[in-house]
């Protein structure tokens, strides 16, 4: 069964500094990979979405790089901003067709002005 | 505008009345799922519909139902819900095997 780790469970940095999320699945038979951002009472918006067959994906001050062999993912925030402050969320779809998507359970994220 | 709406976004109810959550996509897509969020347990999938009349389980079925009628909508249903219930649920969709999932704004719900 796959399980899906995200370290650290929170994060407190000063504005302006670049920070990296970290993930790591243990099976490595995945489709995809996705990060999401989460504010607090409210739904999921889709940050990046990497497929199996890319190393990297890049929207504007986040970028998200995928190591399959060993398990892993980290999402690269530069130049953080206090409204960057969310909870993030790595998930990994797997299983036949890609049906299954299988959550970490977040990094809590505040930047601090 | 392309969205994912659940109804109703908040539900208070006793157990085992019988309720029935409502999502429906306007993206035309094929593949649909449903979630609870709990602390510390974080989202995990309930059920998946890969398209109309077509369902499987995912993590967490037990004690809910769901059908796919019609493409846009596919409703979560609780028959007798009890106090374990008690979560924050999401629908989400998506085109295909390689797209991105669109989540809907959540409907939280107790049960007394």
């Known amino acids: 069964k796959q399980e899906v780790t995200q370290i650290p469970a929170a994060l407190s940095v000063p504005e302006g500094e670049n920070l990296v999320l970290n993930c790591s699945f243990t099976?490595?038979?995945?489709?995809?990979l996705q990060w999401f951002r989460q504010d607090p009472g409210k739904g999921l918006t889709s940050l990046l979405l990497?497929?199996?067959?890319?190393r990297e994906q890049t929207s504007g001050r986040l970028n998200a790089s995928l190591d399959k062999s060993s398990g892993r993912s980290t999402l690269y925030i530069a130049a953080s901003q206090p409204g960057d402050s969310a909870t993030y969320l790595c998930?990994?779809?797997?299983?036949?067709?890609?049906?299954?998507?299988?959550f970490g359970k977040g990094t809590k994220l505040s930047v601090i002005p | 505008e392309a969205q994912v709406t659940q109804n109703p976004r908040y539900l208070i109810t006793v157990t085992g009345k019988k309720l029935t959550v409502t999502c429906s996509q306007n993206?035309?897509?094929?593949?649909m799922s449903w979630y609870r969020q709990d602390p510390g347990l974080g989202l995990r999938q309930i059920y998946y519909?890969?398209?109309?009349?077509?369902?499987d389980k995912g993590d967490v079925p037990e004690g809910y139902k769901v059908s796919r009628k019609e493409k846009r909508n596919f409703p979560l249903i609780l028959e007798s819900p009890s106090p374990n219930q008690t979560s924050l649920y999401f629908c989400?969709?998506?085109?295909?095997?390689?797209?991105?999932?669109?989540f809907g704004p959540g409907t939280r719900l107790t049960v007394l």
């Open positions: 989400a969709s998506r085109t295909g095997a390689v797209d991105t999932q669109y």
């Open positions: 099976d490595s038979a995945i489709y995809n």
């Open positions: 990497i497929q199996s067959s890319q």
């Open positions: 998930a990994v779809y797997s299983g036949a067709g890609s049906y299954q998507l299988t």
């Open positions: 993206m035309n897509h094929e593949y």
């Open positions: 519909s890969m398209n109309v009349e077509v369902t």
